[in-house]
Each structure stands twice: as structure tokens, then as C-alpha cells.
């Protein structure tokens, strides 16, 4: 499938979905009546988000949904992850759910062809040989819209959900452990002697830094002990999503494949075949992943949610502004 079929079918979902009802169009509507069900696992309740009226979906599950007067695309999610290391913010369903924090039931090609109805020009994916080159493309707003098991509506951007990785091992150079300092055995902070590292697994809390700091008075060794608080503390994910585009694979009998329809719809670590990817170097590697979900500000598991991609455009900048 081509760049040109593409667009010829972003074409004719447009003219077809005809004149959509705008979502959140009107910020003093009043909350809709949801349906609460029990997650029989984990006892948890969970809201299926409601549709506002006169909607018109581009696939046969109903999951994608596009705006052509307000220039976005919606996507009908579920909540799959809420700990873990990330390699993307969505997936389509049945493939990658254990890296990803929502998954999509739906082909990869209609999200694109979507994006192209409503006015998105896709960019480059990532190259990394013969040298990295980030992600290209048109910049996007995504943004998660659900409603909790008391009624409540929210809407924040996608960002909001994911920081970086604070589960994983912090290192900091120290050429050599002070004389005075003994580390205690049973504590969180370790001396590596062959490779001259000084280690921190997790965020290292105020008690934790105040508990090493006063071992010695040895200015590199308290150097780093403060870098490794600091790099450890909670930092939120700032990173912009970028259109990407994917690409394309042909096989043996000449038919061209979409590639993103391995899973890989809005990444946060860079793969080639990402729909939407971040403007950042972020690397695939399972011990260097940067990003992980922000487990607490995330609804329970199998929430629906209504993920919503918004192009920025130059001469209509649409930055919408939310209220975590």
C-alpha cells in the first residue's frame, strides 16, 4: 500500500464520514451518564467511556474516529499497563500490551490514513545507520480523555502518564571509595571497585541522601551522592510526539505491507516502523529504556479511555491547555 493509496483513502474517509459532532466542543456540557462494570480480577471498577453522538467510525470495531472541522483523530483504548518499562504509549491490541499503556483494537494503516484526513503530513521514521536521525514529521497534541467509576471526566496529555524511569540502577563515577566512608551492608547504596562506580538502584529518598552525605567530608564522593539523588528524583516526560509515518515492507509476491501493523502505534522509544514516535533520541534497548508508566496518576486496568491526536499546525497552533 502506497503513500498515494493513502491518501486517496484519507480522501474518501473524509468525504464519507460527513459533518462529525464536535468532542469537547463545548467546554459547559454536562458529564454524559457512564456505565460502571466490575473488573472480576482485580476488583476494581472500571467506566466504559461514552461516545458523544453522531460519530462516525473509519473501522469496522469502531475504534477510530475522525473530526474533520476541528482537525482530530480519536481512538477508542483500554488501559493494559500501569508498572513496567516502556517501549510505547499505545499498541495495537493482541500485540505488544506488556510494553505499552494502552492498546487499540484496530488495523495500523487506518490510524495513518486518519491522521492524513485531517490534514497531518507525516515525516521520516527513525534512521539509525549510517547515523542516527531522529524521528521527522508533523508535531501532535495526544491527549487521554476517561471518566473514573465516580463520574468524573479528565482529559490530560499523554505525557502526564509516563516519567522517566526511576525503577532501574543509577551510576555515578567515583575513582575511589573514600577511606572513612563504610557503607552499610544491608543499605540500598553499593561501591563497584573494578569499575570504579558508585550505585543506586530506585529513587533515592531525602532520608536516603542525608543517611550517606555525612559518611566523609571527601568532595567527590558527596558529589556523587547528590548527583545520584538528583538524577533518581521523579522527572515527568516532556518529549514531543511527532507523525512518523511508519513504512513499508514488500514481500516475495510483490505486495507492499504496512510495517506499523506489528504493533507499534505512538512509541516512546524510536522504532522504524513507529505511526508516531518522540522527537527525542530514545533508545529500544531493553536495559536502557527512559520511560515508564506514572502508575499513580493512571486509571485501573481495562479502563476505556479516548486517546486523542491533534495536529499542530503552523498557522493554527492548537495547544490546547488541560488541567491535570
Known amino acids: 500500500m502506497s503513500r498515494t493509496t493513502f491518501a486517496l483513502m484519507a480522501g474518501f474517509l473524509l468525504i464519507s464520514s460527513g459533518t462529525l459532532a464536535a468532542l469537547f466542543a463545548d467546554d459547559s456540557q ?42 482530530r483523530v480519536f481512538l477508542k483504548s483500554r488501559v493494559c499497563l500501569r508498572e513496567g518499562m516502556l517501549e510505547m504509549f499505545a499498541c495495537l491490541a493482541g500485540t505488544k500490551e506488556h510494553e505499552a499503556v494502552v492498546a487499540i483494537d484496530t488495523e495500523a494503516y487506518v490510524i495513518h490514513a486518519a491522521l492524513l484526513a485531517v490534514g497531518a503530513e507525516p515525516g521520516e521514521p527513525v534512521q539509525f545507520d549510517p547515523e542516527y536521525k531522529p524521528p521527522t514529521g508533523q ?13 468524573r471526566p479528565y482529559r490530560v496529555p499523554a505525557q502526564y502518564w509516563m516519567r522517566h524511569a526511576t525503577r532501574r540502577y543509577f551510576i555515578e563515577e567515583l575513582e575511589t571509595l573514600p577511606a572513612d566512608v563504610v557503607l552499610p551492608k544491608d543499605g540500598d547504596l553499593r561501591y ?22 555525612p559518611l566523609t567530608r571527601d568532595e567527590a564522593y558527596r558529589a556523587a551522592v547528590q548527583a545520584l539523588f538528583d538524577k533518581s528524583q ?32 505512538i512509541c516512546v522509544a524510536n522504532f522504524s516502523d513507529a505511526i508516531i514516535d518522540i522527537d527525542v533520541k530514545s533508545d529500544a534497548s531493553n536495559d536502557a529504556l527512559m520511560f515508564e508508566p506514572y502508575t499513580e496518576r493512571i486509571p485501573p486496568l481495562e479502563t476505556e479511555v479516548l486517546v486523542e491526536l491533534v495536529p499542530r499546525f503552523e498557522k493554527e497552533q492548537q495547544l490546547d491547555e488541560s488541567n491535570p
Open 139 to 151: 508535531h501532535l497534541d495526544i491527549f487521554v480523555n476517561w471518566i473514573d467509576d465516580r463520574g
Open 192 to 213: 563497584d571497585a573494578d569499575r570504579k562506580q558508585l550505585i543506586w538502584f530506585g529513587p533515592m529518598t531525602n532520608d536516603d541522601r542525608y543517611e550517606y552525605l
Open 234 to 265: 521523579t522527572q515527568p516526560m516532556e518529549a514531543d510526539f511527532v507523525f512518523a509515518g511508519s513504512g513499508f515492507w514488500e514481500d516475495e509476491n510483490g505486495k507492499k505491507l504496512y510495517l506499523a501493523e506489528s504493533g507499534n502505534v
Open 30 to 71: 454536562t458529564t454524559p451518564a457512564v456505565e460502571t462494570t466490575q473488573n472480576a480480577e482485580s476488583g476494581q471498577g472500571t467506566t466504559k467511556f461514552p461516545l458523544p453522538d453522531g460519530l462516525t467510525s473509519l473501522n469496522p470495531n469502531k475504534t477510530v474516529f475522525i473530526d474533520p472541522e476541528r482537525k
